[in-house]
């Protein structure tokens, strides 16, 4: 059974910077791509950034690109996503995921992050 935990989250002024953990269990970590995703409520849920398995390659949203970095790290079944020069349209929950880009399979259950102006 594939698991997946955030933590991280929290508020921030605008301008500062946040680091979200994703840990995975169940599953061959390094052979996977995972992705974060956000969401704000009565929105639908957006792919902000995803890396993926063997050789990892990055994608990013338009939005968040120069700012934010999805990194992970094999040996400890994690993914991390570095958000530097957050701004209040980065407010949201933040989802970690595994699957396809098109298709996310499993989801972890959200880190809120909330940015003041």
């Known amino acids: ?3 997946l935990m ?3 989250g929290g508020t921030v002024q605008a301008g500062e910077s946040l680091k979200l953990s994703c840990v995975a269990s169940g599953l061959r970590f390094h052979n996977f791509r995972l992705s974060w995703y956000r969401q704000v409520p009565g929105e639908e849920r957006e792919l902000v950034a995803s890396i993926s398995g063997g050789t990892p ?3 990013y949203t338009d939005s968040v690109k120069g700012r934010f970095v999805i990194a992970r790290d094999n040996d400890k079944n ?3 996503l570095t958000m530097n020069d957050l701004q209040p349209a980065d407010t949201a929950i933040y989802y970690c995921a595994q699957g ?3 298709t996310p399979v499993h989801w972890g259950q959200g880190a809120q992050v909330t940015v003041s102006s």
């Open 78 to 80: 994690t993914i991390y």
């Open 6 to 8: 955030e933590s991280g």
């Open 57 to 59: 390659e990055a994608y």
């Open 1 to 3: 059974q594939v698991q």
């Open 100 to 102: 396809s880009l098109s």
